[in-house]
């Protein structure tokens, strides 16, 4: 069973910085897709960031860009998104999520998340 575990929130300053991880265990994820998404109270859940498994060609959102950072450890099983210049408005519940094949942006698209892992950021 694919199980996808997030850590790494918590309350920073605006100007700070954040690193987030996400264990995934349970597959082969070699054929994989890993992305970040993050939901805002009152808002829809948006697309933050995606790399692939095998080669590790990732794609952000223009809102992150420049500051965050996705990356995978192929040995551990691990994603993380560093984010980096955090400002008030990245405010939000992040979520790792996975799918078979290239990454997208579409979060109806992925087949298995994590719980999310709060960021909070005071201005």
């Known amino acids: 069973q694919v199980q996808l575990v997030e850590s790494g929130g918590g309350l920073v300053q605006a100007g700070g910085s954040l690193r987030l991880s996400c264990a995934a265990s349970?597959?082969?994820?070699?054929?994989?897709?890993m992305g970040w998404f993050r939901q805002a109270p009152g808002k829809e859940r948006e697309f933050v960031a995606r790399i692939t498994w095998n080669i590790g060609m990732t794609f952000y959102a223009d809102s992150v860009k420049g500051r965050f950072t996705i990356s995978r450890d192929t040995a551990k099983n691990t994603v993380y998104l560093q984010m980096n210049n955090l400002k008030p408005e990245d405010t939000a519940l992040y979520y790792c999520?996975?799918?078979?094949?290239?990454?997208?942006?579409?979060?109806?698209?992925?087949?298995?998340w994590g719980q999310g892992t709060q960021v909070t950021v005071s201005s």
């Open positions: 999520a996975a799918r078979a094949g290239l990454g997208s942006g579409r979060s109806d698209s992925y087949d298995y």
């Open positions: 349970g597959r082969t994820f070699s054929n994989y897709a």
